[in-house]
T-cell receptor
Framework: EPEVTQTPSHQVTQMGQEVILRCVPI?????FYWYRQILGQKVEFLVSFYNNEISEKSEIFDDQFSVERPDGSNFTLKIRSTKLEDSAMYFC??????????FGNGTRLTVT | GENVEQHPSTLSVQEGDSAVIKCTYSDSASNYFPWYKQELGKGPQLIID?????GEKKDQRIAVTLNKTAKHFSLHITETQPEDSAVYFC?????????????FGTGTRLKVLA
């Protein structure tokens, strides 16, 4: 069964550094998402992306965040200057049409 | 905006018993309600979903019910097994510009005791 893949599984970075989290959505999907989950808390929406542009973003998704689909397969989340509170699991998800989201296994980001 | 409440936050049941998790949503425009299971170290995995034109859906030991008037929906797991132990999240789908942003509940940690 096709799946969403994310790399790396764990990323450790120092405060103020830039990080790029990578995702390969399911190949025929058109809608792409990033969510985050702070340890033990609920899954929170960050941003949705369709037709090469952001469809919607949450209050969390401020100017430090950006997303890109650099080619036909990858979907990336960049955090320009990481803060301690950015430490969380980041999940990429994709879907085709009005169906369910398919999530990757996440990238654990630790900011020290 | 949409808000999804989920209860209980933790639930322990004996193996073979049933488990029920309940969610309420605030936006009457929501029309799609998936349930996800999250095992340790993994992403959420869809287990069942229901659309607003249906009141109940069943898939083997798992069922979901929806009360649109009350804006409630529930997950029912029968004959629970130890491998059902996980965190379960409900979600409500809000169609915004066709992108269907999902709002998740706060999660229920289910423990099935052998």
């Amino acid at each position: 069964e096709p799946e969403v893949t994310q790399t790396p599984s764990h990323q450790v970075t120092q405060m103020g550094q830039e990080v790029i989290l990578r995702c390969v959505p399911i190949s025929n999907h058109l809608y792409f998402y990033w969510y985050r989950q702070i340890l033990g808390q609920k899954v929170e929406f960050l941003v949705s992306f369709y037709n090469n542009e952001i469809s919607e973003k949450s209050e969390i998704f401020d100017d430090q965040f950006s997303v890109e689909r650099p080619d036909g397969s990858n979907f990336t989340l960049k955090i320009r200057s990481t803060k301690l509170e950015d430490s969380a699991m980041y999940f990429c998800a994709s879907r085709d049409g009005p169906g369910p989201l398919h999530f990757g296994n996440g990238t654990r980001l630790t900011v020290t | 905006g949409e808000n999804v409440e989920q209860h209980p936050s933790t639930l322990s049941v004996q193996e073979g018993d049933s488990a029920v998790i309940k969610c309420t949503y605030s936006d009457s425009a929501s029309n799609y309600f998936p349930w996800y299971k999250q095992e340790l170290g993994k992403g959420p995995q869809l287990i069942i979903d229901i659309r607003s034109n249906v009141g109940e859906k069943k898939d083997q030991r798992i069922a979901v019910t929806l009360n649109k008037t009350a804006k409630h929906f529930s997950l029912h797991i029968t004959e629970t097994q130890p491998e059902d132990s996980a965190v379960y999240f409900c979600a409500a789908s809000l169609a915004t510009s066709g992108t269907y942003k999902y709002i998740f509940g706060t999660g229920t940690r289910l423990k099935v005791l052998a």
